[in-house]
């Protein structure tokens, strides 16, 4: 089975801390995503990458960077954090680059910013 | 707006009855899937239907895709307490970035089934 790890499931900064959230993937999988999710909203994208030190921006990346290093890990940086930042965080990977595959996501970071 | 919209949004149902939940977009898409997120949690993939399909089947899940009214529709048979969850769609007709389409999500239905 496909295995999406992230490194916290709650976490609590203050407005301004820098913060780090980790993604980890175990099978190999090309694509990478980080999306946002909030009441109302839906999943929003953040910032995808199809390979190592590849990165696009998705639909909201303002505020967001990211960091692709090893194929196997994509981790999402709030540089500055801001309280409009609280939500959850998911991370999803897939197989096959440039195409729409089913993804597989991870169990979620609910980040609160105080 | 979002390219996929549930309704939808919330749905209460019994035990053993069926949960019927739609989903409508804006654009043509290639393909259209169905995800499920218990509370709190990440989202698991149901079910993919493609642009040439109409109506595919997983076990208790029927999923039907009508191009042409550009709307898709869930239906679980037979529901248990265990299906409580939020149901998403998404499709793939986003094609604005250079690593092809992405997939665009709309905001899901809550469905609950009391036991």
């Known amino acids: 089975d496909v295995k999406v790890t992230q490194s916290s499931r709650y976490l609590v900064k203050r407005t301004g801390e820098k913060v780090f959230l980790e993604c980890v993937q175990d099978?190999?999988?090309?694509?990478m995503f980080w999306y946002r999710q909030d009441p109302g909203l839906g999943l929003r994208l953040i910032y995808f990458s199809y390979d190592v030190k590849m990165k696009e921006k998705g639909d909201i990346p303002e505020g967001y960077s990211v960091s692709r290093e090893k194929k196997e890990r994509f981790s999402l940086i709030l540089e500055s954090a801001s309280t409009n930042q609280t939500s959850m965080y998911l991370c999803?990977?897939?197989?096959?680059?440039?195409?729409?595959?089913?993804?597989?996501f991870g169990p979620g970071t609910r980040l609160l910013v105080l | 707006s979002q390219q996929g919209e549930e309704d939808p949004q919330a749905l209460s149902i019994q035990e053993g009855e069926n949960a019927t939940m739609n989903c409508s977009y804006k654009t043509s898409i290639n393909n259209l899937q169905w995800y499920r997120q218990n509370s709190g949690r990440g989202l698991v993939h149901l079910i993919l239907i493609r642009s040439n399909e109409r109506e595919k089947h997983s076990g208790r899940l029927r999923v039907t895709l009508d191009t042409s009214k550009k709307s898709s529709s869930l239906l679980i048979t037979a529901s248990r307490a265990a299906d409580t969850a939020s149901y998403f769609c998404?499709?793939?007709?986003?094609?604005?970035?250079?690593?092809?389409?992405?997939?665009?999500f709309g905001g899901g239905t809550r469905l609950m089934v009391k036991p």
């Open positions: 998404a499709t793939d007709a986003k094609p604005n970035y250079n690593a092809g389409n992405m997939l665009t």
């Open positions: 999803a990977s897939s197989h096959i680059p440039r195409t729409v595959e089913t993804q597989y």
């Open positions: 099978m190999d999988h090309e694509n």
